[in-house]
């Protein structure tokens, strides 16, 4: 039955009983966050026809919104709101309330485009086991929102629930309120992508063949549950599929992949798994190349599952991942070509990052020094911004990808040795989650372990090319290291705009100097200077150098073999 929503004051309505008679059974949750509008979404276990009251204060019924169909999916979306208000709300039948006014049941419209206007998202990934852990990193990021101020939006980057993406896994291991986030769902909206183990109530990728199903007949209980905008409604190219779209907030453009969708049955197989070749698309392809022509928003995020960088156990250089292997050979260059600035990603169950990267969709051993844009922290705690530029050389060069799989799972602890990858951490404790803001020309990424503790953070900062003093363009322009990986006999490459004093170190993961050249005054100009470290003193691996130009450190990661 075609759904008719009808806008009402509560003017006119006999006042409304709370009903007993009725239970929620999952929600009420927030999807399609936009200026002028929301969708809130509940489950109940009688049905019912649909009513959302709202207004600008607790208890509220100012406003209300029905939806006449009879059905326990509840859906409706309230418009003519206005941007950056936050608004309570209370759900219910066209006869009676579901509960009495509650004051974590809020939302608030994104901002207006009229200008500027910092936001501030939270993601988790693989986070839907159901255990201690997933409530302790969920517990952190409410300490955080305490502390410092509340996400505007959430990403959810797949693998939401263990283990098969089942309705009844979802009811306990999301929707609940002991390890999943059922208060949180009542004022924080998320936008979702879809893991493997979501795709196996789907679309099973344990089956022959992989996925054996068209992807425009895909359904199932993730499918179900999102309302995500899918006809360009707040922004972007229309999709017209739950499977993967695309929206605005603020000053960012959010596109959401599907990184599942993988077949050996070519007509299937739109994410290009086990095909190498470089000219593959497909209509999510396609529609991603259109999607980011299109936007003109200042930042760019896309998000999906599979990870296409990883520094543990070789994990993107293997066969066995040959959906993280599609994605850097099929999303990254498309995501790279339009400048997107920041990429989420799961499947992984740790946290890593990479430095500022472009052009790199081989495995690690084919990372070449040029695919190094900036090879410091980023950590602006250090003086190490990632700059991108908005015109010159290298114009809107340059992605940061962030693996966030650790949201309630982690891999044992070993050694992060990838060239893209600056760090990583996976232990026993290691647990956490991803908090991003954006204030202009400025993006901010904190990782955050479950004890509170920001362990890693980089910032993005966009300005042109001819106002940026040199010694904050990145690193590409006046320090490159070839060959690597190496043997321990390498040139550091680097240019001076002036006469400098110049100092080099090599150092191993811990920080401590393996090899050092002193200090000495360079003239302006391009140098080449060759090192080699003997092997008698060190064992292959991962090592850092460090290049001072006037007391400015850059540093730049080389595998030694
Ligand atoms: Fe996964």
Redesign the pocket.
């Known amino acids: 039955m075609k759904k008719l929503l009808l806008f009402l004051t509560a003017c006119c309505l006999l006042p409304t009983a709370y009903s007993t008679a009725q239970i929620i059974t999952r929600g009420p949750y927030l999807q399609s966050p936009g200026q002028t509008s929301i969708i809130i979404r509940w489950r109940t276990d009688v049905a019912s026809d649909s009513r959302v009251y709202y207004g600008s204060t607790l208890g509220s019924t100012a406003n209300v919104v029905d939806s006449t169909t009879v059905t326990t999916e509840h859906r409706v979306k309230i418009s003519g709101l206005s941007p950056s208000t936050m608004y309570f709300y209370n759900i219910g039948s066209t006869t009676a309330m579901l509960g009495e006014p509650d004051p974590l049941m809020y939302f608030t419209t994104a901002p207006d485009t009229l200008s500027s206007h910092p936001i501030r998202l939270w993601a988790i990934g ?1 986070f839907g086991h159901g255990n201690q852990e997933q409530a302790d990193v969920r517990d952190s990021y409410e300490r955080f929102a305490e502390n410092e101020g509340a996400a505007n939006l959430w990403l959810w980057l ?2 939401n629930v263990y283990q098969d993406g089942t309705e009844e896994e979802y009811d306990t291991k999301v929707f609940d309120s002991i390890y999943g986030y059922k208060h949180l769902m009542k004022h924080l909206p998320f936008a979702s992508t879809s ?3 979501d795709y196996n109530s789907i679309c099973p990728w344990e089956q022959p063949g992989f996925c054996s199903t068209h992807p425009d007949e895909h359904t199932g209980p993730y499918l179900n549950f999102i309302d995500p905008p899918t006809e360009g409604e707040l922004g972007g190219v229309p999709s017209h599929r739950k499977i993967f779209y695309s929206f605005d907030y603020g000053d960012a453009h959010f596109t959401v992949l599907n990184s599942e969708l993988g077949s050996l049955n070519s007509n299937y197989n739109w994410i290009g798994m086990l095909n190498s070749d470089t000219s593959f698309t497909s209509p999510m392809l396609e529609w991603l190349e259109a999607d980011l022509a299109a936007t003109t928003k200042k930042w760019k995020i896309v998000i999906w ?2 990870t296409p960088y990883s520094g543990q156990d070789g994990f993107t250089d293997s066969f066995t991942q040959p959906y993280c292997v599609a994605t850097r050979v099929h999303f990254n260059p498309i995501v790279e070509r339009y400048g997107v600035d920041l990429v989420l990603v ?2 992984d169950h740790n946290y890593q990052r990479t430095y500022l990267i472009n052009g790199h969709y081989g495995n690690s051993g084919s990372f070449q020094p040029s695919m190094m844009l900036n090879g410091t922290s980023g950590n602006p705690d250090l003086g190490e911004y990632y700059y991108k530029y908005i015109d010159g050389p290298i114009k809107d060069k340059g992605t940061v990808y962030v693996v966030e799989g650790n949201s309630s799972a982690s891999n044992d602890s070993s050694e992060f040795d990838h060239p893209a990858i600056y760090w990583g951490e996976a232990c026993e404790t290691c647990y956490g989650s991803f908090i991003v803001d954006i204030d202009g020309n400025r993006l901010d990424g904190r990782y955050l372990h479950y004890s509170d503790s920001i362990r890693d953070k980089f910032t993005i900062i966009k300005t042109d090319w001819a106002s940026a003093n040199v010694d904050e363009r990145n690193t590409s322009e006046v320090f490159k290291i070839y060959p690597n990986p190496n043997n321990g006999q390498f040139t550091v490459e680097y240019t001076l705009t002036e006469k400098s004093q110049v100092n080099i170190d090599v150092l191993d993961i811990s920080g401590r100097i393996v090899h050092a050249v002193a200090a000495a005054e360079r003239s302006a100009g391009k140098h080449n200077e060759a090192l080699n470290i003997s092997k008698d003193h060190i064992s292959a691996g991962t090592y850092f150098v460090k290049l001072g130009i006037n007391g400015v450190n850059r540093f730049s990661k080389i595998k030694i073999e």
């Open positions: 693989d797949g693998d893991g493997n183990h599952h599979q799961g499947h």
